[in-house]
Nanobody, 123 residues
């Protein structure tokens, strides 16, 4: 079992920045690829970013490329999502997730999920 706890969400003006953190406990963190997903009101959960077990491979959805950066610190059992140049359309609940093994963008393949953290971007 892996427990995931997100933090760092909040209210920010358009053009601002936030850094989300997700700390894992329970199993060997470095055995898991990690992902960030988001869900806006009335919309389905969507993929945002993912990072491989070593951190050497990353994937991003097109709408955040060049603005968001995913990273991880295996010594701290933590994955981060640095979000710059935020837009109102980035407003959503952001979830981190863990999948044992290979990096993937498919939410159904993830084994564990955090409780989510709200990000609100005002115009």
């Amino acid at each position: 079992q892996v427990q995931l706890v997100e933090s760092g969400g909040g209210l920010v003006q358009a053009g601002g920045s936030l850094r989300l953190s997700c700390t894992a406990s329970g199993r060997t963190f470095s055995n898991y690829a990690m992902g960030w997903f988001r869900q806006a009101p009335g919309k389905e959960r969507e993929f945002v970013a993912a990072i491989s077990r070593s951190g050497g491979t990353t994937y991003y959805t097109n709408s955040v490329k060049g603005r968001f950066t995913i990273s991880r610190d295996n010594a701290k059992n933590t994955v981060y999502l640095q979000m710059n140049s935020l837009k109102p359309e980035d407003t959503a609940v952001y979830y981190c997730a863990a999948v044992r093994g290979l990096i993937t963008t498919t939410p159904d393949k993830y084994d564990y999920w955090g409780q989510g953290t709200q990000v609100t971007v005002s115009s």
